[in-house]
């Protein structure tokens, strides 16, 4: 492979993939990024210097740079991690949704059509999705599998099941040869502030209060970010075309369990205040889904792959990475979690953070 493209290259997710990417494979990429509030070019500064990155910075929905790419390039494969999706914001507005994540797709989809003569025969498209497209999890009920049915229930995660539609469309119809792989929550350096790990970690060291939904006891399926990029890879490398990955953690644990053990690694590595003393209970969010899990006897049997990484050993890192790479900065998020940028004001109306 000596070239690979890469969209939503800035994000948390793409700039670890593409840093994970070139320290196993010899191969070029050239990443795409639009640059809005989540993605950040300081994401990519490690990899600067290696001679095998190329960042155009564009929209995927502009269908004659997207096709300029592919003509100039050839890659032999594109992994699409461009999306919105901080659930809230989808709450508030799910225009903005529709059109990256259901547009967006499409646009990269008809673009590869048009050019499928002139691409390389093992190309593959990687539509990058998410565990919530199948909806909220029984509480004994076993992790979704890749055949479990769609059940979205807010705009995001109807805007993800819309697009990983768009994508089989493409395979059945016009033989786009697409692979899509569905992860649950990942968690690690250098996501944005308004996920529950980093805006924990933030306001625990801002002295701001820490918001939890409801009751706290929505269960999620946490996946380290550099498991979830050798996941990928392996399926960029060996996956089968038209087929479906789930990808997880196998690592269940709520929302209130996550930000207490927070507190407690943080108490241990900056000590201070009593952190927990921080968390408040909030109004829980519209369509809060309960429970996630994920089923990934599919790709443990094909690729060979399984988590590495505990959760107690990525979260260490996770935190250690904010507390060197980060400052603290009460108005960023203060931005971030939509409230005004006086920080009094946030403190006394905290909105929750996103699940």
């Not at 979205?152 to 395979?171: E, V």
């Not at 209060?209 to 409801?214: F, H, K, L, R, T």
Request: glycine residues 8%.
């Amino acid at each position: 492979m000596q070239y690979i493209l890469v969209t939503g290259s800035a994000g948390f997710i793409g700039s670890n993939f593409i840093s994970h990417w070139l320290s196993c494979e010899p191969s070029t990429v050239v990443s795409l990024d639009k640059l809005t509030y989540a993605g950040n070019l300081t994401n990519l500064a490690s990899i600067r210097r290696s001679g095998r990155h190329i960042f155009i910075k564009g929209d995927i929905r502009d269908q004659q740079l997207v096709s300029k790419l592919l003509k100039t390039y050839r890659p032999a494969a594109l992994i699409n991690f461009a999306a919105e999706t901080h659930v809230d914001r989808s709450i508030v507005g799910a225009e903005h949704f529709v059109e990256t994540n259901v547009g967006g797709t499409f646009h990269l989809l008809e673009t590869i059509r048009l050019h499928a003569c002139m691409l390389v025969g093992e190309f593959r498209f990687v539509q990058i999705s998410t565990d919530e497209v199948y909806g909220s999890l029984p509480p004994e009920s076993p992790g979704f599998s890749e055949n479990s049915p769609f059940a979205p229930n807010n705009p995001y995660a109807a805007s993800k099941a819309s697009a990983d539609l768009l994508a089989r469309s493409f395979l059945q119809t016009y033989n786009v040869p697409v692979i899509t792989t569905r992860c649950s929550n990942n968690y690690g350096p250098r996501q944005f502030v308004e996920k529950l790990i980093p805006r924990t970690i933030q306001n625990a060291r801002a002295g701001l209060p820490i918001p939890v939904y409801g009751d706290g006891r929505n269960v999620r399926d946490w996946l380290y970010v550099i498991d979830h990029c050798e996941a990928i890879r392996r399926i960029v490398k060996r996956g089968r075309v038209g087929e479906i990955y789930n990808i997880g953690g196998e690592c269940e644990k709520s929302n209130l369990v996550v930000v207490e053990e927070l507190c407690a690694l943080l108490a241990k590595l900056q000590p201070g205040p009593d952190y927990g003393s921080f968390i408040r209970f909030v109004p829980d969010r519209p369509g809060h889904d309960r429970r996630y899990a994920m089923c990934i006897d599919k790709i443990r049997c094909e690729l060979e792959w399984s988590p590495t990484e505990s959760f107690s050993s990525g979260l260490r890192k996770t935190v250690e990475w904010y507390l060197t790479n980060t400052s603290v900065d009460e108005r960023a998020i203060s931005r971030a979690i939509g409230g005004k940028v006086d920080t009094d004001t946030a403190a006394r109306n905290p909105d929750a953070p996103v699940m």
